[in-house]
């Protein structure tokens, strides 16, 4: 495996274009007084493209991302971007944090210096991780795939080459979104190198075997109830990126603002936010991710990996289950979370916690009891 430092650097031509094509947007026409009932507030999206155009620092933000290492591995014929955060403790326990959509690398960041440097935060020197954090094939500075088949298995496969390339042999995961889906997939497919999994987010495709011996509980039924109304409330975005993604990408490839209108309304309706989006993040936050999709002209294939994932879901065979220790954290804004007994059918439940707060984007939500909880888990590897 080839690895070689990485810097972003986004040429000045980009960023020009960036903001011509933000001043010269066509903006469609308003339902006086609609707010967000229609999806997205055509008053708050245009101020934030006025602030992205005139007032967004680029440049600062990137001098912030290329202060962590940056890499870049050759693995089967792909090209994966990935952080490696070392750390300096010499009992640190391996990790590999996988984002998930529409987030990046970026949204990891804050979660894994705190990892790898706990005493940088009030905490113990012996609870020290080497944090990896890869981009998702397709996402940000990962080469997209040129054919069809890259599915989370593949991906989770990818990883365990990249943690293997490293000198890890074993190593824990965690992951939300997609990347909760990564995580999964490593301890199915992988489990002699993985010591334990760690999750925020069950993976909306995921289908435990259900038998004669074990039939569903009303809380289950409930739940699977729930999930159904949530879809068909808000699924719209997944049911388009899972079936026709090409008919989409083009457009999100093209607008800048019709990129951030497709992201904003994920990181408002799926955070802790009670509906006013920069309560949780901060504009510079929320155009971080807009401008790593737009400047890397990514989103086209990230989307896809929902049609990918499509064809090959979470459904769990009989015999199959996560069997090394899993902890849950349960962040009280979720999308949608499986009753415990729901994830036990398919996962080895060994710590489940009910967080105060927060929301689908954990790791930029609330990044120091996430890290306290991933701590806490790991106790019992060291």
């Excluded at 690895?3 to 001043?23: A, C, H, K, Y």
């Excluded at 459904?315 to 349960?330: D, G, I, L, N, Y």
Aim: aromatic share 12%.
């Amino acid at each position: 495996m080839k690895i070689d430092p990485f810097t972003i650097s986004v040429s000045s031509n980009e960023m020009q274009d960036l903001r011509q094509r933000i001043g010269v947007t066509r903006w469609p026409s308003a339902i006086e007084n609609a707010g967000w009932s229609l999806g997205m507030d055509a008053g708050y999206l245009k101020d934030l493209s006025e602030y992205w155009l005139r007032h967004f620092d680029w440049r600062a933000v990137e001098a912030t991302l290329n202060k962590v290492p940056h890499y870049k591995a050759a693995i089967e014929g792909r090209s994966l971007h990935f952080v490696h955060m070392r750390s300096r403790e010499t009992n640190a326990i391996p990790i590999v944090l996988t984002h998930g959509w529409p987030s990046t690398f970026a949204e990891l960041l804050k979660l894994g210096d705190m990892l790898a440097r706990p005493t940088a935060y009030g905490r113990a020197s012996s609870q020290g991780f080497h944090v990896v954090i890869p981009s998702l094939p397709g996402y940000a500075f990962s080469s997209p795939p040129t054919a069809l088949g890259t599915n989370t298995f593949v991906i989770a496969a990818l990883w365990s080459a990249l943690m293997k390339g490293l000198g890890y042999g074993q190593f824990m995961a965690h992951g939300g979104d997609i990347g909760a889906g990564v995580s999964t997939a490593l301890g199915l497919r992988h489990s002699p190198r993985i010591l334990g999994v760690h999750l925020h987010f069950i993976p909306g495709s995921y289908q435990p075997p259900i038998g004669d011996a074990n039939p569903l509980s009303a809380e289950e039924t409930s739940f699977l109830t729930a999930r159904a109304s949530w879809i068909e409330r808000e699924g719209g975005y997944s049911h388009i990126q899972a079936t026709k993604p090409d008919v989409l990408g083009p457009a999100l490839n093209d607008s800048p603002v019709g990129l951030a209108a497709w992201i904003v309304d994920k990181f408002r309706s799926w955070s802790d936010c009670d509906g006013d989006v920069e309560r949780r993040f901060t504009r510079d936050e929320i155009l971080t991710t807009i401008s790593l999709f737009w400047f890397t002209r990514s989103m086209p294939s990230a989307i896809r990996l929902y049609w990918e994932n499509r064809l090959q879901p979470m459904k769990f065979e009989p015999a199959q289950r996560v069997s090394m220790p899993v902890a849950f954290a349960r962040f009280p804004k979720e999308i949608f979370v499986p009753p415990r007994s729901y994830v036990e059918r398919g996962y080895n439940i060994v710590r489940w916690t009910e967080m105060p707060k927060g929301g689908h984007f954990a790791a930029l939500e609330e990044p120091e009891i996430l890290a306290d909880d991933i701590r806490e888990f790991s106790r019992q590897f060291r």
